[in-house]
């Protein structure tokens, strides 16, 4: 069963640039969730994927959108950079059902904002 | 909203046991999480425990809950020098709700 992998691991980007994070779920997951993890935080949500559409938005601006697909690996994409989104944007997929809401989570893509 | 709080640093001699604090404010928290994150990597689930129990032990975790008081600590025993993590508490409010609540994190140093 392979976990969740992330991709790129590291990117450098200057402000007002675009930019896109992708993720593949784990084997029998369909819903991604994506956080944001500045440097000596914990993890924030952004948002959640079920089916393709989006199940949930934390506390962020537009510019942060994302995307589902049918074999449920997902993109985070981020318009206008600011410095203040240079972070580790986590992903994490799971499984919907009866049980603890356990979510699996990939290493992450470290964003720099220059 | 909801609240989530950590100390930020506990230092513990190896062989020694650490117990890793955290406190919240939903009273409606459903099921409660420990994570560990090493250096460069991403999450790993250590445990959860639902909101009705009082204590759950695996291996050498044991995590306890004070709903009453809205804590949740998390003991290791015997720590190793693979212990040494950040540990982070997570809460989500109700069933169904995937969005998790994350604290600030614990750095665990384990002093040889």
């Known amino acids: 069963e392979t976990g969740v992998t992330q991709s790129p691991t590291h990117l450098i980007k200057t402000r007002g640039q675009q930019v896109t994070l992708r993720c593949s779920s784990q084997?029998?997951?369909?819903?991604v969730s994506w956080y944001q993890q500045a440097l000596g935080q914990g993890p924030q949500f952004i948002f959640q994927?079920?089916?393709?559409?989006?199940?949930g938005r934390g506390n962020f601006p537009p510019r942060f959108s994302g995307l589902q697909f049918p074999n449920y690996s997902s993109e985070l994409n981020v318009n206008a950079l600011e410095l203040d989104d240079s972070a580790l944007y986590l992903c994490?997929?799971?499984?919907?059902?009866?049980?603890?809401?356990?979510?699996?989570f990939g290493a992450g893509s470290r964003l720099t904002v220059l | 909203g909801e609240d989530v709080e950590q100390s930020l640093f506990l230092s513990v001699r190896e062989g020694d046991s650490s117990v890793i604090n955290c406190t919240y404010t939903?009273?409606?928290?459903?099921?409660l999480y420990w994570y560990k994150q090493e250096p460069g990597a991403g999450l790993q689930l250590l445990t959860y425990?639902?909101?009705?129990?009082d204590m759950k032990q695996d291996q050498r975790l044991t995590v306890l809950l004070n709903k009453k008081d809205k804590h949740l600590s998390l003991r290791i025993a015997d720590t190793q020098t693979g212990d040494s993590a950040i540990y982070f508490c997570?809460?989500?409010?109700?069933?169904?709700?995937?969005?998790?609540?994350f604290g600030t994190g614990t750095r665990l140093t384990i002093i040889p």
């Open positions: 994490a997929s799971s499984g919907q059902g009866a049980g603890a809401n356990v979510l699996t």
């Open positions: 084997s029998g997951h369909n819903t």
């Open positions: 994927y079920y089916r393709e559409e989006e199940n």
């Open positions: 939903d009273s409606s928290s459903t099921y």
């Open positions: 425990i639902f909101s009705n129990m």
């Open positions: 997570a809460e989500v409010p109700n069933f169904g709700n995937e969005k998790l609540t």
